[in-house]
């Protein structure tokens, strides 16, 4: 079932300066001014303005004499336009090959196969609103089954994330004011005007009597909120992107042709690479169908890639997903993510050893979803911080770990807490508790002291670790670390935290 991911973006005027001009202090408020004639109002606010009292559409002196320490900015409703429109090439690039405007404060994106990449519906639409927030964006992100709802919910919630459950859209938006349903300003009014204050209400009323004097937009928003009607989302695309297509005279739906075109444009999407001198990262087919719908299938490599056989065996791997319904009457092949590319001779097996490419494991493992990366060594000697995750491919790092004292084969990401009998401040522990299971330590060595890194982080400056290998009476040895050097307790909190196990 298609889920529809809808991102809003309430103070993208203001963001949009904050970014564009950092010599405005954080601290400042920040009032946007549009102009028509004489009249100016505020079109848009930041948090700080708002808490001030200043809302959009108030007029600016009115906002100004409110707020004596306003910075008040005009419009420029082109910049945030072209704003938008960037965030939503970066969000195809990102996280799904069906990315569309959402009036002017926002993006929708149909995530149908899509999720599981990314971890699950949480977890996305989480990593959404962190990924935005790191870059000093307010967002409100909600996903639902169809646009409307999706719509709806990003702007009536005021945290960042909201999932509405499958077939729970009516009960999601049945309170929420009609103002949310997409409908003319206008017709909002009248609509207030006659005692209409939620979609729940709305719904419940005579069709004939709004269609009579209203027209029909509203059925039509209602039936698309709630699933009746379908609403195509025109994917957003950029005249910088290598596309190509191929449009059918009578719609094609059996597998061997839909592969047979695909193969076609596949061809034809290298070519225009070569010339180009650039290889795919990531590709889309875009699936037009008859019923004014849209699919998409994503595929991607690990490196830039010209390969016509592999390319085509990665798409025609994943067209058995496509449902033509009613026949599809276009095939589009984009590449959204593309590198340069030089042409490379291939060894001789005469003359050297070929070096294998496991490049195509990855690509398989990759579009199953599943991550495959490299660990890498960093070069920090708080052992947590001291690996990185790199991509498969990547360069190799040439930093490297000091080997004076033994490290264990398997390093936790977090240290876990333990209770330790031991005496202070030098001795190992002679017991612990790990897990709910208590070991006698019949081996010890150490310590090893560790000392926080203070010329990064000044929470760290007198921070200490002391790190002792211990084997339990089963023969199990684990790395241990006491959280301070035992005497002083502004070293550290006296803790104790098993972080490896040794072979």
Not at 102 to 127: N, P
Not at 197 to 209: F, K, M, N, V
Not at 258 to 265: A, D, Q
Request: proline residues 6%; charged residues 25%; glycine residues 8%.
């Amino acid at each position: 079932m298609t889920r529809v991911v809808s991102i809003y973006l309430p103070d993208l005027p203001t963001d949009r300066i904050r970014r564009t001009d950092p010599a405005i202090p954080a601290e400042q408020a920040i009032a946007v001014i549009a102009k028509s004639g004489s009249k100016r109002w505020v079109s848009a606010a930041d948090a700080a303005a708002k808490a001030a009292g200043v809302r959009v559409g108030m007029p600016a002196a009115k906002a100004q004499a409110l707020f004596q320490g306003l910075t008040m900015i005009d419009a420029d409703p082109a910049a945030d336009a072209a704003a938008l429109e960037r965030i939503s090439l970066w969000a195809l690039a990102q996280y799904s090959p069906i990315v569309a405007l959402d009036g002017s404060d926002g993006i929708v994106m149909d995530t149908d196969g899509a999720d599981h990449l990314r971890g699950g519906e949480l977890l996305m639409l989480t990593g959404i609103a962190n990924r935005f927030h790191s870059r000093g964006l307010t967002v409100r992100v909600a996903i639902a089954d169809t646009w409307g709802a999706a719509h709806a919910c990003a702007r009536a919630i005021n945290r960042n994330t909201v999932i509405v459950p499958h077939g729970e859209t009516m009960r999601a938006v049945e309170y929420l004011p009609i103002s949310l349903l997409r409908l003319p300003q206008n017709t909002v009014r009248d609509l207030e005007t006659l005692g209409f204050r939620t979609i729940g209400e709305l719904s419940a009323t005579a069709r004939a009597p709004l269609t009579l004097r209203f027209g029909p937009e509203i059925a039509r928003r209602l039936d698309q909120t709630f699933g009746r009607l379908r609403e195509p989302i025109e994917p957003v695309r950029s005249p910088e992107l290598v596309e190509v297509s191929r449009a059918f005279q009578e719609p094609i739906g059996a597998a061997e042709t839909i592969n047979k075109y695909v193969g076609r444009l596949v061809v034809q999407l290298c070519d225009a690479l070569q010339s180009q001198g650039l290889g795919v990262r990531r590709a889309d087919l875009i699936v037009h169908r008859v019923d004014n719908t849209v699919q998409a299938i994503r595929a991607g490599t690990a490196k830039p890639a010209r390969d016509v056989a592999w390319l085509t065996k990665l798409f025609r791997d994943r067209t058995e997903k496509i449902d033509p319904g009613f026949g599809i009457e276009k095939l589009t092949l984009i590449a959204i993510m593309a590198e340069p590319l030089d042409e490379a001779q291939r060894s001789s097996g005469l003359v050297e050893d070929e070096v294998q490419d496991i490049t195509p494991l990855i690509d398989i493992f990759g579009n199953r979803g599943q991550r495959v990366y490299r660990l890498a060594p960093v070069a920090s000697d708080v052992p947590e911080r001291s690996v990185q995750r790199i991509a498969a491919v990547a360069d190799d790092i040439t930093e490297s770990w000091s080997h004076h004292w033994p490290r264990p084969v398997r390093l936790m990401a977090y240290p876990e807490l333990i209770e330790v009998i031991a005496l202070l401040p030098d001795h190992p522990p002679v017991a612990v508790t790990w897990r709910g299971k208590r070991r006698k330590v019949k081996r010890a060595d150490g310590p090893e002291r560790i000392f926080g890194e203070w010329w990064q982080r000044t929470s760290e400056w007198a921070a200490v670790r002391d790190y002792f290998i211990i084997e339990d009476e089963g023969g199990e040895r684990l790395w241990v670390f006491r959280a301070g050097d035992g005497v002083d307790g502004g070293t550290g909190s006296h803790k104790w935290f098993v972080q490896g196990i040794f072979a």
